[in-house]
């Protein structure tokens, strides 16, 4: 069953009925419609904290999305998840970080006005 049809809350189905209905009626490819859903997944499995769950949707979300503005929001969720993940483990914690700040390099990159917070948080990190 898709993680978009397990959701629990009022408000995650009410944002899954919807994307579900803009899917259906925007005049857009199969593709992108199928990337849209993979993103629509990992955004509801990363706020349950399943994070290794929605990284595995965006990371399928980013093989399909080819527009430069979207691609930029799944690299900055995939940012913010690989940041979830960090945890006591020196060496682990410095490969996530780096894995995050090059997410969100690529991100602010794509989008230069976009992500305030990622901004700030690459350069607290960096500093």
Do not use: H
Not at 100 to 106: F, G, I, L, V
Request: no cysteine; hydrophobic share 35%.
């Amino acid at each position: 069953m898709p993680r978009s049809q397990r959701n629990d809350n009022f408000i995650d189905k009410t944002f899954t009925v919807i994307a579900d209905i803009l899917i259906k009626v925007l005049p857009t490819s199969n593709r992108e419609k199928e990337a849209f859903s993979y993103y629509r997944d990992g955004m509801s499995a990363q706020s349950e904290g399943e994070y290794a769950e929605a990284l595995q949707n965006y990371y399928q979300a980013l093989r399909l999305e080819i527009d430069p503005y979207d691609r930029s929001y799944i690299l900055y969720n995939i940012g913010r998840a690989e940041q979830a993940l960090e945890n006591g483990q020196s060496e682990i914690s410095k490969i996530l970080f780096q894995r995050a700040a090059d997410y969100w390099n690529e991100a602010i990159r794509l989008a230069p006005t976009s992500y305030l917070e990622a901004q700030s948080w690459l350069k607290q990190k960096t500093n």
